[in-house]
Antibody, heavy 119, light 107 residues
Framework: QLQLQESGPGLVKPSETLSLTCTVSRGSIGSTDYYWGWIRQPPGKGLEWIGSIYYSGSTYYNPSLESRVTISVDTSKNQFSLRLTSVTAADTAVYYC???????????WGQGTLVTVSS | EIVLTQSPDFQSVTPKEKVTITCRASQSIGSSLHWYQQKPDQSPKLLIKYASQSISGVPSRFSGSGSGTDFTLTINSLEAEDAAAYYCHQSSILPWTFGQGTKVEIK
């Protein structure tokens, strides 16, 4: 069964850049049938889609975050990554990576990683 | 952006009761509406896709219905393990959006 695992720092200082990587195992990130994405969830709150990427590198982002977000893919490592610049306390959240079908539904999720923005 | 509004926000239910959660979209999204279950300290899990299609491995007591702007998730004969937050999600129009969630508590 497909597995996704997020990794990266759990603490980021305000105004700095948040960087996370999602490693995909038991499946290929190069599949033409799927996209790969990031979703976040502030503590005690709901889910927010951040953005998604295809294996070819084509991306689409949530307009609310687009000016600060970059998602990239490394097919040789079966990984994709998230960069979020100029973070504030409002960016504190559990960040999930997930696989998306072509239809846009999230069928596999990572376990999530908590990122706290604090000095 | 399409806004999804769920109701209720919270529901306390006795085991074996029937639970109904609704999700209303701010504009028509056809059948591109999906439901997820999130148990405490876990990642969301896909329950229902495209409004009413079942997912392999999900108990049959979970069902979905609706199209256009109004959708319903039904849990027939609630079990203790169903205590969770439930989210609807639309994949009709970018940006993908989620409902605010409905928390189901077992009495």
């Amino acid at each position: 069964q497909l597995q996704l695992q997020e990794s990266g720092p759990g603490l980021v200082k305000p105004s700095e850049t948040l960087s996370l990587t999602c490693t995909v195992s038991r499946g290929s990130i190069g599949s033409t049938d799927y996209y790969w994405g990031w979703i976040r969830q502030p503590p005690g709150k709901g889910l927010e889609w951040i953005g998604s990427i295809y294996y070819s590198g084509s991306t689409y982002y949530n307009p609310s975050l687009e000016s600060r977000v970059t998602i990239s893919v490394d097919t040789s490592k079966n990984q994709f990554s998230l960069r979020l610049t100029s973070v504030t306390a409002a960016d504190t959240a559990v960040y999930y990576c997930a696989r998306l079908t072509v239809g846009g539904l999230f069928d596999y999720w990572g376990q999530g990683t908590l990122v706290t923005v604090s000095s | 952006e399409i806004v999804l509004t769920q109701s209720p926000d919270f529901q306390s239910v006795t085991p074996k009761e029937k639970v109904t959660i609704t999700c209303r979209a701010s504009q028509s999204i056809g059948s591109s509406l999906h439901w997820y279950q999130q148990k405490p300290d876990q990642s969301p899990k896909l329950l229902i896709k495209y409004a009413s299609q079942s997912i392999s491995g999900v108990p049959s007591r979970f069902s979905g219905s609706g199209s256009g702007t109004d959708f319903t998730l039904t849990i027939n004969s609630l079990e203790a393990e169903d205590a969770a937050a439930y989210y609807c999600h639309q994949s009709s129009i970018l940006p993908w959006t989620f409902g605010q969630g409905t928390k189901v508590e077992i009495k």
